[in-house]
Structure formats: structure tokens, C-alpha cells
């Protein structure tokens, strides 16, 4: 399976990211890298249009 970060769209590997359920809908799983994480890039849900920081 290949994960992808939800804001930047790069392929992760290794355990440098985290994942949660969508703040908005609970159903979509939002999946961050280090890198927007450390910059606190803004991702969207895909399913429901959530935006976050």
C-alpha cells in the first residue's frame, strides 16, 4: 500500500508522518509528512472539503 501525504501529495515511507481521521467527518483518513507538518502546511479532506492547518 502506498501512503500519501494528504497536503503535498509525496509518497512516505518509513515512519516519519502521522495519520487521523478527518476532524470534520471521522471517515477519511488524513495522512501528514514530517516536512508539512513541521511547516504546517493546510491539507483538505478529500471526501468532505474539511481544510486544516
Do not use: W
Not at 495519520?19 to 493546510?42: A, D, H, L, M, T
Request: net charge positive; hydrophobic share 20%; glycine share 10%.
Amino acid at each position: 500500500m502506498t501512503v500519501r501525504c494528504t497536503s503535498c501529495g509525496i509518497t512516505i515511507s518509513g515512519e516519519a508522518y502521522t495519520s487521523f481521521p478527518c476532524p470534520e467527518n471521522g471517515n477519511e483518513e488524513i495522512v501528514r509528512c514530517k516536512e508539512c507538518r513541521k511547516q504546517s502546511n493546510k491539507y483538505k479532506c478529500p471526501e468532505c472539503g474539511f481544510l486544516g492547518p
